[in-house]
């Protein structure tokens, strides 16, 4: 076949989940790949090295200010004509030709709108919905995505495939330098990733008053690492001692960052994938996350989950962490054996299977 990727998210400033599957799926896919003929659609142009190089692999550079996927790259589809176009990101083009592959990586969105500004909410819905519908295969990245997809949108399971994403071992560098670097104390519970309403902050620092109120365990720090979300709201965190808030991290530190930690932190709300969870089993840090959404699937019997509503439960799990040495060494035993599990190759050779089809 001729397939047509939208790479268009690969060179973006700051890597995400979303620009980081984009990347790493598209890497894979070239390194596996050895029947189809590619073409990476970009709208800025790539450094050389971004992707490997490959005889089946054709880069086409197409700038474009605005409506970029429904105007220029649909216009592209137009004159090339692919077999197939996969979008690695919701949103396939209003109109283009042939077949269409897109990967869905969760509606968020649906189970707190609250946490998206009402434009940028409804334009998800609407091409989530729409590229759901017109595509003929849709990739999906955890089964709690995939029911979600046929619950709201009415997708048949028929459609869907689920493709894990591969998770990559941070490098964990100097964990002295790098606490240095962000002001961190010897010992910290971590959360990492945007701070909003969504990753349930508010909560996870009631739990860290609620745990350091009755511990023992000295001036243990709770850091928050990330940006700040839509409705980021400084009263989760004002007047609470113990409080790090060091930011958005550099993808080099994150490594060092969860090496050092007692814990990660991850009681999210809702999530299609949490990276941060596998990465952190990777750095041979215990992991307490939410027993709801995606996460049970990735965490497996790897990880303390949680109630993420639950307060009490949260500081539970922390103090588990601090004080239980058994607890700990049984757990991250499990995590290294878990995180294993998820590779960028077996996601791609998921995802060509799923192209074939």
């Known amino acids: 076949m001729r397939i047509a990727i939208d790479a268009s998210r690969t060179t973006v400033a700051r890597i995400t989940g979303t620009e980081r599957y984009a990347v790493e799926m598209i890497r894979a896919l070239i390194r596996l790949n050895t029947d189809h003929d590619l073409t990476l659609y970009f709208r800025d142009t790539p450094p050389p090295d971004l992707f490997p190089p490959s005889e089946r692999v054709t880069h086409k550079v197409i700038p474009f200010s605005r409506a970029w996927t429904h105007l220029r790259f649909a216009a592209e589809l137009w004159r090339d004509r692919p077999d197939l176009t996969w979008v690695p990101a919701h949103t396939l083009p209003l109109f283009f030709p042939g077949r269409a592959a897109v990967t869905i990586h969760d509606l968020g969105y649906r189970f707190f709108p609250q946490a998206h500004p009402a434009l940028q909410r409804l334009y998800l819905d609407w091409t989530t919905r729409f590229s759901a519908a017109r595509a003929s295969v849709v990739l999906a990245d955890s089964q709690a995505t995939a029911d979600d997809l046929t619950r709201f949108y009415g997708t048949p399971a028929a459609k869907i495939r689920v493709v894990y994403p591969g998770v990559d071992k941070p490098s964990i560098g100097n964990v002295a330098a790098v606490r240095a670097k962000y002001g961190l104390p010897p010992r910290y519970f971590l ?167």
């Not at 990492?192 to 508010?202: A, F």
């Not at 990660?264 to 996350?289: D, Q, R, W």
Request: glycine share 10%.
């Open 191 to 357: 959360f990492l990733g945007t701070l909003q309403p969504r990753k349930n902050i508010q909560r996870i620092v009631q739990a860290y008053q609620k745990w350091r109120a009755i511990s023992k365990d000295g001036p243990t720090g709770l850091v928050l690492a990330g940006g700040q979300g839509w409705l980021y709201d400084p009263a989760w965190t004002a007047g609470v001692d113990g409080i790090i808030l060091p930011g958005y991290i550099d993808d080099a530190d994150k490594g060092a960052l969860y090496a050092g930690a007692l814990a990660l932190v991850f009681p999210s709300l809702y999530e299609g994938f949490g990276f941060p969870i596998l990465e952190a089993m990777h750095c041979n840090t215990p992991v307490i996350c939410s027993n709801t959404s995606s996460l049970p699937e990735l965490a497996g019997e790897a990880a303390l989950k949680v109630n993420p509503l639950s307060v009490d439960g949260i500081a539970s799990a922390m103090q588990g962490f601090a004080e239980d040495e058994i607890l700990t060494s049984a757990l991250l035993m499990k995590g290294l054996e878990q995180a294993r599990k998820f590779t960028w190759e077996a996601a791609a050779r998921a995802a060509l299977e799923a192209f074939d089809l």
